[in-house]
């Protein structure tokens, strides 16, 4: 819950299947708790739609209503002078340079390796996961593969567009890797480090996870079977073991220079933040 002396919420959000960007004004200087999922929807219909790109093929955000009109004004603004800087689709995407992230996939010494056998499936949800295979193929996320050590199966999930999203069963291969201890903060530390601060902006990365590779000597142990055949990951998907951990690592890597003093960082989702509300575009 949020306590009646908390901030009010200013919300920028873009939106595509896998991304948002928002920006959280806040009017005051502490947030008591983190926001439940309810207050989330509420602040979602205090919003504004803006196209920071052409007619022809939009870019919407949406701007908090809550902001005045010069804030409003200097956030379209920053925000369209920028678009180019977000990712729109997976074209638009060119991931992490492998020397500074990959995904490796270490086995315990005794492990050996599970072939989980290929589960039922309803016909019309084995069409779906072949539309979804295709795109996934076409956009380099997987690659057939032959006669792999491990298996593992596919979760299909229906997404509320009616599309498809294949989720792994990664249980047995994750049984078999050591934890990967890279530190975490705790969300009362990342709640604490916004204190203080008038205006903050919360950005999701795009598929974050898909934006690394996995180890090409590992890629194999990522193995899972369809009806249409057995893939495996190129990039890291969600659901393995460890891959937090790896994500952790590199955006420390990247933002270590200014986190804990403008931005601080949860795996993928980032959050930058300034004393004054007048100084946040700067």
Not at 38 to 61: F, K
Not at 115 to 128: D, E, F, N, S, Y
Not at 154 to 179: Q, S
Not at 181 to 194: E, G, K, M, R
Request: glycine share 4%; hydrophobic share 40%; aromatic share 8%.
């Amino acid at each position: 819950m949020i306590e009646e002396d908390s901030p009010s919420i200013n919300v920028v959000e873009c939106h595509d299947d896998d991304s948002i960007l928002t920006y959280l004004g806040a009017d005051d200087s502490y947030i008591q708790r983190a926001l439940p999922s309810e207050t989330q929807t509420m602040l979602n219909e205090s919003t504004i739609e803006i196209n920071i790109h052409t007619e022809e093929d939009p870019h919407i955000v949406k701007i908090g209503q809550s902001l005045n009109a010069s804030e409003q004004a200097a956030f379209t603004t920053f925000l369209r002078a920028r678009n180019q800087a977000f990712a729109w689709s997976y074209a638009d995407m060119p991931g992490i340079d492998p020397d500074i992230a990959v995904h490796n996939i270490t086995l315990k010494p005794d492990s050996k390796p599970v072939k989980q056998k290929l589960r039922k499936m309803h016909p019309r949800i084995a069409l779906l996961v072949k539309e979804e295979l295709q795109r996934l193929l076409s956009i380099s996320f997987i690659l057939p593969i032959d006669y792999p050590q491990w298996i593992s199966n596919i979760v299909p999930v229906t997404k509320v567009t009616g599309g498809l999203r294949i989720c792994t069963d990664f249980r047995d291969l994750n049984l078999a890797c050591p934890k990967d201890d890279f530190p975490l903060l705790s969300i009362d530390q990342l709640v604490d480090l916004t204190a203080g601060h008038e205006m903050l902006s919360l950005m999701d990365g795009f598929s974050g996870y898909n934006q690394i590779l996995v180890a090409p000597a590992d890629q194999h142990k990522t193995a899972f079977i369809t009806p249409w055949g057995t893939f495996c990951y190129r990039v890291m998907p969600f659901g393995l073991k460890n891959a937090g951990a790896t994500y952790q690592r590199a955006m420390t890597y990247i933002f270590h220079d200014i986190m804990h003093t403008i931005l601080e960082d949860y795996v993928d989702d980032l959050l930058g933040k300034s004393k004054h509300r007048s100084e946040h575009l700067d």
